[in-house]
């Protein structure tokens, strides 16, 4: 009930390509949608977020499709480029839960020049 | 300025030995968590404390113990380390009550290898 199952677990996308992350979740209670990007070395990092009362959520390049029916969400990098090579992450919390993320498996991202 | 600092970065350490490992945010947030990630980059919520108090302690030995002085700070002790323990532990804080959603911000990790 509290997992999220992301996948691929690896991409390889050409420069200028679209690179796609889905990622399913069980809870129907979950309430917040966020993804994190995390690069070498470094801490996650919010990159986008969505909650379930809208389908699509588009911040520059970056695109969260949410199906509610199918309790399915997916990143789409738009246009991608080398800097996005990273290793992205899925989760699901309860927003009233103070924060608890329930994180996908990851997805690790190459942009090739 | 360093949002979420968290020390020492990396830490290799024998089994069977206590270590500690540091946090502090400047976000002037009211809840801290520690996370763990590890070999195959899974991440999972250990603790969080709001205000001082622990509000989630997930299924973690006891060995493991959190401690929060202050808002601000938000410390992890290991007792008798062991091979398993090794990852990379990440604090992290956000701000409950602002109604943009839990975003939350993570240090940059402290690497544990326990050898």
């Known amino acids: 009930q509290q997992q999220v199952k992301q996948s691929p677990q690896s991409l390889i996308v050409q420069k200028g390509g679209i690179s796609i992350i889905n990622c399913a979740y069980e809870?129907?209670?979950?309430?917040?949608f966020p993804w994190y990007q995390q690069f070498p070395g470094k801490g996650p990092a919010l990159l986008i977020a969505?909650?379930?009362?809208?389908s699509e959520k588009k911040e520059g390049r970056f695109t969260i499709s949410f199906n509610k029916s199918a309790k399915q969400f997916s990143l789409h990098i738009m246009d991608s480029q080398p800097g996005d090579s990273a290793t992205y992450f899925c989760?699901?919390?309860?927003?009233?839960?103070?924060?608890?993320?329930?994180f996908g498996q990851g997805t690790t991202l190459q942009v090739k020049p | 300025d360093t949002a979420v600092s968290q020390t020492p970065k990396y830490l290799v350490t024998q089994m069977g030995n206590d270590k500690s490992i540091k946090c502090e945010q400047n976000?002037?947030?009211?809840?801290m968590y520690w996370y763990k990630q590890d070999s195959k980059k899974f991440l999972k919520i250990m603790f969080s404390?709001?205000?001082?108090?622990?509000?989630i302690n997930e299924t973690v030995p006891n060995r493991f113990s959190p401690k929060s002085p202050d808002k601000a700070h938000l410390n992890l002790h290991i007792n008798s380390l062991e091979l398993g323990d090794s990852a990379v532990y990440f604090c992290?804080?956000?701000?409950?009550?602002?109604?943009?959603?839990?975003?939350?911000?993570f240090g940059e990790g402290s690497w544990l290898t326990v050898v």
């Open positions: 976000l002037g947030h009211d809840t």
């Open positions: 992290a804080s956000s701000q409950t009550g602002t109604g943009t959603g839990n975003t939350i911000y």
């Open positions: 404390y709001n205000n001082k108090e622990l509000i």
């Open positions: 809870n129907t209670a979950f309430d917040y």
């Open positions: 989760a699901a919390s309860l927003s009233s839960n103070t924060g608890k993320l329930i």
């Open positions: 969505i909650r379930p009362d809208v």
